[in-house]
């Protein structure tokens, strides 16, 4: 580490408590603590003390626990402060600790620091911080597989196969003379094919840890005026997205998370498919169609008057989105021996009629999404997915490669692949895409 200074914080969450915790880490910890304690600490031992100011007035009385490197989170010396959960207490607490040599830490650099003194790597530190967000039983249980480095342990079985193999292919290149099928050609084929299927179902598995952690990506999508806004207004159950009788009124994405049992459903607002509109409506549809794109469900809205001409609008944009609700909105308006498709569900959004159905259907999906999951489900991000997808298209080039006997080429694929494993773990990284993990941290952790 660069930065060996001791930075201090509030560990537990804002607001009032009966406990609340200042957390210390680096060279100077024991030293301030014992400063603030005014006695000798003892690691891992529990200190009753009173914590002191500079005119050795009591701050508060709690309890101070000390932690000798490299047995402790980060891997350095910490000390934790456990005070009444005032937060004037905790706040004058950080500021004496501040005063005798510390200094604040930055958001998630306590987490920072055991990835870079190697108590945690890369994924797992990014546990850390799903552990603390989950919303859920299954999703916290998730997420304390990842941080048990089960995810990790996944990928990095598959990185040090590929390493392997990439050592025998460069080792190949020396004798170019030969064919490769004299050099182990036929044995590298199969673990490349055992591989690349290796690969797949951890992709697999990880796109479904993302599912649980962020919940169901559902994108309302359908024709203008068929009522998608007056839908998110009343699944949201608040005033959200601007609702007129003018086609095109929504011009850009609208974003708005609801919880269904327990688990998360992402609902974006996008604006109406049709032919034409002017430049501004053309840019909305096109981040409609991006936003698609990424959409785990489509909620796609007609109006229930004529669903038909609806429908051709939008087949072609759903096409690649796995998960599909048809809401045939304004049912109000129809006479009351109008049919109803079986594939559809009517509903009102201004009148509520129908809303009963969809609630349970998106009950439904959320919860099957969370249940397909499993017991053994570890939490990934959506970095971790593009990751391993990227490792698996260098790993396909890296086979058709091989059969080619572009050796060199094979070599560099396989290299490639590798390095995109080592993005997730941190194995491999940059200090940009440290910053931005840890930065959505909480400041003390």
Request: hydrophobic share 45%; proline share 3%.
């Amino acid at each position: 580490m660069t930065d060996r200074d001791t930075i201090a914080a509030i560990a537990t969450a804002p607001g009032a408590g009966g406990v609340g915790i200042v957390r210390l880490s680096g060279p100077k910890s024991r030293a301030i603590a014992q400063t603030l304690a005014a006695r000798e600490l003892v690691p891992r031992t529990a200190h009753y003390v009173r914590f002191r100011d500079e005119h050795d007035e009591t701050i508060d009385d709690g309890i101070a626990l000390y932690f000798a490197a490299p047995a402790s989170y980060t891997g350095e010396d910490v000390v934790e402060l456990q005070a009444h959960g005032s937060p004037a207490v905790l706040h004058e607490l950080v500021a004496r600790c501040v005063a005798l040599g510390a200094r604040r830490a930055r958001p998630g650099e306590f987490s920072e620091r055991a990835f870079l003194e190697g108590r945690l790597d890369l994924a797992q530190a990014e546990a850390v911080a799903d552990l603390i967000a989950a919303a859920d039983v299954r999703a916290a249980r998730a997420a304390r597989r990842a941080l048990d480095g089960e995810f990790s342990r996944r990928v990095d079985a598959i990185a040090d196969e590929l390493l392997a193999i990439r050592v025998h292919v460069e080792a190949a290149i020396d004798f170019a003379d030969e064919p490769i099928d004299t050099l182990g050609g036929e044995q590298l084929r199969v673990r490349l094919r055992d591989n690349a299927f290796a690969l797949d179902e951890l992709l697999k598995a990880a796109e479904r840890g993302r599912r649980l952690r962020d919940g169901l990506h559902a994108v309302i999508v359908g024709p203008p005026n068929a009522g998608k806004s007056s839908l998110l207004n009343v699944l949201a159950g608040s005033e959200r997205a601007i609702v007129t009788d003018i086609a095109g009124t929504t011009r850009d994405l609208l974003h708005e998370t609801i919880r269904i049992d327990g688990v998360e459903l992402t609902l974006v607002d996008t604006a109406g498919l049709r032919e034409g509109g002017d430049v501004i409506e053309r840019e909305g549809m096109r981040r409609a169609r991006g936003e698609l794109q990424r959409a785990d469900l489509a909620l796609v809205v007609l109006d229930a008057r004529d669903p038909e001409g609806g429908r051709a609008a939008v087949i072609d944009a759903i096409a690649d989105v796995p998960l599909r609700v048809w809401v045939h909105n304004k049912a109000d308006l129809l006479d009351a021996d109008s049919p109803q498709p079986q594939d559809a569900l009517h509903v009102s959004a201004r009148t509520g009629a129908g809303l009963e159905s969809l609630h349970a259907r998106l009950r439904e999906l959320a919860q099957g999404n969370a249940d397909a999951a499993g017991e053994g489900a570890f939490t990934a991000r959506a970095r971790h997915v593009d990751a391993l997808a990227i490792a698996r298209e260098h790993l396909a080039q890296a086979r058709i490669e091989l059969d080619r006997e572009s050796l060199d080429l094979a070599a560099e694929s396989l290299r490639l692949a590798h390095d995109a494993l080592g993005e997730i773990t941190g194995r491999v990284h940059a200090d940009d895409l440290l910053g931005h993990i840890f930065s959505s941290f909480c400041i003390g952790k």
